[in-house]
């Protein structure tokens, strides 16, 4: 079957506009999770999904970033007034249950000039 | 405090020879899960092994074993008869438990990279 798709793979922009990512889960998976890796690191935590609510925000750096998943299935990550500091690779998981192994898609490297 | 530490920065080893990536961890719950991803070039994260913090035997998946020592919270990750293919980049990770809050995010290291020589 297919595994977790991410879209576009790689996203230029100017600082200070919009950009939305999205991430297509393996069908069937609940839990869906963003995570953002910059150069040199390990990923770290954005938000959490379960189902259609965000059971967990607390890792978005502020109020700029902004995480939807309306049906359940496909969520965007959405992020305004972009700034230089927001370039990094944008990486989705998902996982049959919060508690089980996530599957990660190939990521999203975003650039912001 | 770091809750994961991966001290080796690079790590070369021979093809065919095994080698050890070093994984410390900190919690203070009882149940937690313990994961070995690895990375390579192309940027996929890819799912090694796991161990829960109440397993009693070491993982194994294939030429992967995960040494876990539960009183030195360290578990490092085995690679035996290294290949080619084998080099990337191999992140340690722990999903806290419950009573922590966790709704099941991984938390992660800076990651090793290893570098398989022929």
């Known amino acids: 079957g297919a595994g977790v798709s991410q879209t576009p793979s790689n996203k230029v922009t100017e600082k200070g506009k919009y950009v939305e990512l999205r991430c297509d889960p393996i069908?069937?998976?609940?839990?869906l999770y963003w995570y953002r890796q910059s150069l040199g690191q390990g990923p770290e935590f954005l938000i959490y999904?379960?189902?259609?609510?965000?059971?967990?925000d607390s890792g978005l750096p502020n109020d700029r970033f902004f995480a939807v998943r309306p049906e359940g299935s496909v969520s965007t990550l959405k992020i305004q007034r972009t700034e230089r500091g927001d370039s990094a690779v944008y990486l989705c998981?998902?996982?049959?249950?919060?508690?089980?192994?996530?599957?990660f898609g190939p990521g999203t490297r975003l650039t912001v000039l | 405090a770091q809750k994961i530490t991966q001290t080796q920065p690079g790590m070369f080893v021979q093809e065919k020879e095994a080698v050890t990536l070093d994984c410390t961890y900190d919690t203070s719950d009882q149940s937690y899960g313990l994961f070995w991803y690895k990375q390579p070039s192309s940027g996929e994260m890819i799912f090694l092994i796991y161990q829960g913090s109440y397993d009693e035997q070491n993982a194994t998946e294939g030429r992967y074993s995960l040494n876990f020592q539960k009183a030195r919270k360290s578990a490092n990750l085995v690679i035996s008869a290294s290949q080619l293919g084998d080099s990337a980049m191999y992140f340690c990770a722990m999903r806290e438990g419950i009573g922590g809050g966790s709704q099941g995010n991984l938390i992660f290291g800076k990651g090793t990279k290893l570098s398989v020589k022929p």
């Open positions: 999904f379960q189902g259609t609510g965000a059971a967990d």
């Open positions: 069908s069937g998976h609940t839990a």
């Open positions: 998981a998902s996982s049959p249950w919060h508690y089980n192994e996530q599957f």
